[in-house]
């Protein structure tokens, strides 16, 4: 099957471009936010200014709380605006991105699922969008109000005393570079630390879905051991990320210190000599440790950016995939001659199928026999485009499958599939999961089935609610559900995969009587290992290895083909029974 | 027994929650060392940060207005050793905190995934995969967050607010009481809004749980989805998913900022109160301006910390929901134990069913009073319609499931006196739907197989060949070393259950049991099964549970398995008879 390799952009569109529709919201959001962080720079003032006038006995009780509690009303107001804008527009930012990229997803072809990897794309919809929804959140409102604080307190030492103001912007580079160093360790880190947690989440993922046979055979041990080598490497990696974090903040604290004794030291020495006042003096300390803390804000909040940035990335390689080949536009009803000419297949390096050519007249039934790994469900995934040919032409009524309207024509083909998909939902809507269905023919299908005893034996009838992976279903059960489902969208041409693995056989008889009777003139192929059932077919095709070895009639194959006569006879001893007892 | 953990009933929730948490703290009792230790660097380092300003502010007063130069320098370079210890205690606290937090995390994890392994199948098919994996993924991941970043702030803080408010009343008692009373207004506003905000969390979790298994559903099936034309239903049963998270998302983000605003107001308010009444006390004489302008700094010492906690409470808040949710499935304890005190009487059976009454609810009994007896080297058939209940009793034979009433004996003890391995040893069981680990088919065909585990590549090939299994894994296009991505197409079906089978078959059983393990294989591969399966040592048992006729007509009993009932057919034509006169149930 064909990779997709993303095709190299010149620059990939960095997190910010992400908030363009929001505009208005993020300015709201900014807004908030700076007005509540300016007002808050106010209360010292008034504070200083009350203290001010009480020592010129100007002092008004009254008037300064009155000024107080307006400006702490008008931050909790703001402040409380801000909170609330700020979990809309992160909420809502990460619902259109879940939105986007299920949409794109659905409109992906089975072999980009595969590839991707259903486990992957999980991550994407989860943690990928959750580091996204941090980012906005969080990181930019504090980004945009740090830098705003940061700013603002450099210039307003600098105009107080530009020498001392010098000596201590000196800390800015050096908490700067600290942080750059740190966190750009820290993020290769954290890389390795996800493909760990990968691992976590892959043996746990596979306990809970093998659990079955895990009991069986008693592994639990062994599963257990496996956990906990990827559980101890990840703590390892947490530790050494610890590791960077206990030294960061340390040095960073040690070095806002330092610029406080120079502020002590130089500053003192300036106060002594009389070239700075004491309230210059103080006020150096109290914007000094205005600057501090948005700088360690800045810092932290970077690495959610650039996780965020990893995040996006790791989306953006799945909206950016190409869309699947514009579906054909032709809606006409099938007549159900269906042809494969010289297709091949790949799957991976190895072929699959070799050059095969087959011609299905309407109405006519075929079977497909041949050992384990012939390539007989490749066959049928071709038939309904689950996975398209790497050379040849699927035809169906001597138009090439990719030439009709996916609508139109899955409504016409209706598939069985071997392993058995049953949804976490009504047997109703299991049976009728094409919207194409309507009551009557659902009916038909559960009649054809011999699925009807079975539903009227259930306490809620066709509303009761089967279990994800069908587990309180029979092999037999979740086979004729997968079956009704089939035949619920009245189908042209059916595909049956192994069907009668798990139907008993004189299940299995009702029920392709049931089929000839109810949907007369339609063309069937089915795979099969049971030559029995198929012995009056218009066509048995015997695949080996990829490749078409012998096709006709049970007759002609009987004289022609080793191979067929050889199948046919290891399952002679029985067959006589079973053929046997039905007449 | 009830495993569905979304329908755990209140009393189950309530005893896990209180249980659950004594089980967090427990997690933590053996680092007490490590915590005294902390705990010290922490004291040592928040009473060095705060004694900072007062030597700063005792410089100026002394030194600095005295035009003292030599003294500020001295003060300097008792501030510098200070700084310097600071930075030792800061690194001592954050590794030392970090390091108990990263290791009870990984304990907890342990824990977690030692709790899956105990639980019986049971559990497994009444919860959906998806929202199990989340509960693990996710919700231990709250966790992490909580005890990798917010808890080493969450002590440094508090740590600094005690020692702030400790200054706070010893200057001034009265000052102080007055300035810390909006404090008590914040710890009842938390007390009260706490389970509030615990509880949009958890509504949270449990939306992202069930849109993660929505994903794993749709995303697992999408074959189908594609085959039925119905990518819309993906669309629409994500949309209404992320809808339903987008809702509780809200909720839960509004209630967990609500404390940052509220928190400001009342530091704000403490400020106005320290302001007003430190005037007040300013006019009567009892305070200084200077002290003042002190005390207004050691007020924003105590009520900054706080702002901070503020976040860190709802972090906290978001991690017990999440716990919550762990510990839901830390209190479920098998319904499978392991008795000591069983029947035991010798027989002649190597396996026996005596009045066995099974249902895998209590409403619906499955299996009705069965009865029968497996000897030593014999092989029997299971046949009868579909849903008539073969699976089922395979199931109770490898003890994945108990009775409901009734007995079943392996060797003339009770089956449940064994011990899992000694079970598990004894019955060999291939499930109808097999199951493959990412891997090599090396990897899969060895899993849990204790004797083979370290043999090279052509050791076991020569096992292989030995066990006339050679003819198998030539179907595999490299063999052994043939990769296998589990859950993915890239092998059929029937070269899936051929690796089962091989799995099955080197461990080596007394009882081997085959449900419809062979279903999807061709003919032609199913005879040369049949024929290892002969070739197995004389003592041991095959069940065979099948379809097709060919494969169990060597069977030398065959039992007709319907309506829970399971009758002993006198042979291939007696099933037969009964096969086509037998009412369908299913």
């Not at chain 2, 074959?223 to 949309?239: H, Q």
Request: proline share 3%.
């Amino acid at each position: 099957m064909q990779t997709n390799t993303p095709k190299p952009t010149s620059k990939p569109p960095g997190v910010f471009s992400l908030l363009k529709p929001y505009m208005g919201l993020v300015m709201l959001l900014l807004l908030f936010a700076l007005l509540s962080n300016g007002i808050n720079l106010w209360l010292p003032k008034i504070i200083a200014n009350g203290i001010d006038d009480y020592s010129k006995r100007l002092f008004v009780f009254t008037d300064i709380i009155k000024k107080f509690s307006l400006a702490v009303l008008l931050i909790f107001i703001f402040g409380y605006l801000q909170t609330v804008i700020q979990t809309y527009a992160s909420e809502r930012v990460a619902r259109d991105l879940r939105q986007k990229l299920s949409d794109k997803i659905s409109r992906q072809s089975y072999a980009f699922i595969e590839q991707a990897n259903p486990s992957k794309l999980l991550t994407n919809l989860t943690a990928d969008v959750d580091s996204i929804k941090l980012f906005v959140s969080q990181a930019l409102v504090s980004i945009v109000s740090s830098l705003f604080i940061i700013i603002g307190g450099s210039i307003l030492l600098l105009t107080i005393n530009w020498k001392l103001g010098l000596a201590v912007i000196a800390i800015i580079p050096i908490i700067g570079g600290t942080f750059f160093y740190v966190l750009k360790n820290v993020r290769a880190l954290f890389i390795k630390s996800r493909g760990v947690i990968d691992q976590l989440n892959k043996v746990i993922n596979e306990s809970i879905l093998g659990a079955a046979l895990i009991r069986v055979i008693n592994s639990q041990q062994l599963e257990y051991h496996k956990f906990l080598e990827a559980n101890t490497e990840a703590k390892d990696y947490g530790l050494r990320i610890l590791g960077f974090f206990a030294g960061l903040i340390p040095i960073v604290t040690f070095t806002a210190n330092m610029a406080a004794l120079t502020i002590l030291v130089m500053g003192g020495h300036f106060v002594i000599t009389g070239s700075m006042t004491l309230g210059s003096f103080a006020a150096f300390n109290s914007y000094l440790s205005l600057i501090i803390f948005p700088i360690f804000v800045i810092g932290f909040m970077s690495n959610i950016i650039a996780q965020a940035t990893a995040s996006f990335q790791r989306i953006n390689l799945v909206l950016n995939a190409p869309d699947i080949a514009a579906a054909g536009t032709l809606k006409e009803t099938l007549r159900g001659d269906v042809e494969l000419k010289h297709v091949s297949v790949n799957y991976g390096q190895k072929p699959a199928l070799k050059d095969v050519s087959l011609k299905v007249p309407a109405g006519s039934k075929i079977a497909v026999i041949g050992p384990t790994a012939a390539g007989k469900t490749q066959l049928l995934y071709l038939l309904t485009g689950l996975i398209n040919p790497a050379s040849g032409n699927v035809l169906f009524d001597g138009q090439g499958i990719n030439t009709y309207d996916s609508e139109s024509f899955h409504s016409q083909v209706g598939f069985v599939f071997q392993d058995s998909i049953i949804f976490n939902m009504s047997i109703r809507e299991n049976i009728a999961f094409s919207d194409t269905v309507t009551d009557e023919s659902l009916d038909k299908a559960i009649d054809t089935a011999e699925l009807r005893g079975f539903i009227d034996g259930l306490p809620d009838k066709l509303n009761t609610i089967v279990s994800e992976r069908g587990s309180s279903l029979s092999g037999g059960q979740k086979q004729r559900i997968m079956l009704a489902r089939a035949l619920a969208v009245n189908p042209k041409v059916l595909l049956l995969d192994d069907f009668t693995a798990r139907v008993d056989n004189n299940t299995e008889k009702k029920i392709l009587t049931n089929i000839q009777k109810n949907y007369p003139g339609l063309t069937l192929i089915s795979v099969t290992q049971k030559i029995a059932s198929v012995e009056h077919y218009d066509q048995i095709i015997l695949l080996m290895q990829g490749e078409i070895v012998a096709s006709g009639l049970h007759d002609e194959l009987m004289k022609t083909s080793t191979d067929y006569v050889q199948i046919f006879n290891s399952q002679q001893s029985t067959s006589n029974y079973e053929t046997g007892i039905t007449h | 027994m009830n495993y569905d953990l979304n329908k755990l009933s209140k009393e189950q929730q309530k005893t896990s929650t209180f249980a659950g948490l004594k089980k967090l703290f427990q997690l933590m009792a053996h680092e007490k060392r490590t915590l005294i230790i902390a705990l010290f660097a922490i004291l040592t380092n928040s009473t060095l940060n705060l004694l900072g300003p007062l030597i700063i502010g005792h410089t100026i007063d002394k030194y600095v207005q005295h035009k003292d130069y030599t003294g500020v320098i001295h003060n300097a370079i008792i501030l510098f050793c200070m700084y310097l210890v600071a930075l030792f205690t800061s690194y001592k606290q954050t590794t030392l905190m970090g390091g108990v937090g990263q290791r009870m995390l990984f304990t907890l994890r342990n824990s977690i995934f030692n709790k899956l392994q105990q639980l019986p199948v049971g559990f497994f098919n009444q919860n959906k995969a998806g929202d199990l994996i989340s509960r693990v993924n996710n919700d231990t991941d709250k966790l992490n967050q909580f005890f990798s970043q917010s808890l080493m702030q969450f002590i440094g803080n508090i740590s600094t607010m005690i020692g702030a408010g400790i200054f706070l009343l010893l200057i001034n008692i009265e000052l102080g009481a007055a300035a810390l009373s909006p404090a008590l207004v914040i710890l009842f506003l938390t007390l009260v809004l706490s389970p509030w905000i615990k509880k949009t969390n958890a509504l949270n979790l449990k939306s992202v749980g069930g849109m993660s298994a929505e994903i794993q559903e749709s995303l697992n099936n999408f074959k189908v989805i594609i085959a039925f034309n119905r990518r819309d239903y993906f669309r629409k049963r994500f949309d209404i998913a992320n809808r339903e998270n987008y809702k509780t998302a809200i909720g839960a983000g509004l209630a967990n900022n609500v404390f940052i605003p509220v928190y400001g107001l009342f530091a704000s308010i403490a400020q106005l109160i320290v302001l007003s009444f430190g005037i007040y006390l300013i006019s009567i004489g009892q305070f200084s301006i200077g002290l003042l302008v002190s005390y207004l700094s050691y007020a924003n010492n105590f009520y900054n910390p706080l702002r901070q906690l503020a976040a860190l409470w709802t972090n906290f808040q978001v991690a017990m929901a999440g716990w919550d949710r762990i510990s839901q499935i830390l209190s479920l304890e098998t319904d499978l134990p392991m008795i000591t005190q069983g029947i035991v009487e010798p027989s002649a059976a190597l396996l026996e069913f005596r009045n066995v009454h099974f249902g895998y609810d209590e409403s619906r009994e499955i299996l009705h009073n069965i009865s029968f007896k497996l000897e030593q080297g014999k092989t029997y058939a299971l046949v009868g319609p579909t849903g008539g209940g073969k699976t089922t009793t395979a199931s109770l034979i490898a003890r994945l499931y108990d009775p409901s009433k009734g007995l079943i004996l392996l060797d003339g003890k009770d089956i449940r006196t064994y011990t899992p391995e000694e079970r598990s040893q004894k019955i060999g069981f291939i499930l109808q739907e097999p199951f493959l680990f990412t891997g090599t088919v090396k990897e899969n065909i060895l899993y849990g197989n204790k004797l083979y585990k370290d043999y090279t590549n052509e050791q076991l090939e020569k096992v292989i060949t030995d066990a006339n299994l050679g003819s198998l894994l030539a179907i595999f296009e490299s063999g052994l070393e043939t990769p296998i991505i589990s859950g993915g197409d890239s092998i059929s079906l029937g070269q899936k259950q051929l690796i089962a089978f091989m799995r099955a078959v080197l461990r080596n059983p007394q009882i081997l049991i085959l449900d419809e393990a062979t279903a999807n294989i061709d003919t032609i591969t199913e005879k040369l099964l049949s024929d290892i399966l002969n070739n197995l040592p004389a003592t041991t048992t095959r069940v065979i549970i099948a379809h097709r006729l060919n494969t169990i007509e060597n069977a030398d009993e065959i039992y007709f398995v319907n309506s829970g009932e399971v009758i002993r057919a006198g042979s291939l034509n007696d099933a037969m008879d009964m096969l086509l006169q037998g009412k369908q149930v299913s």
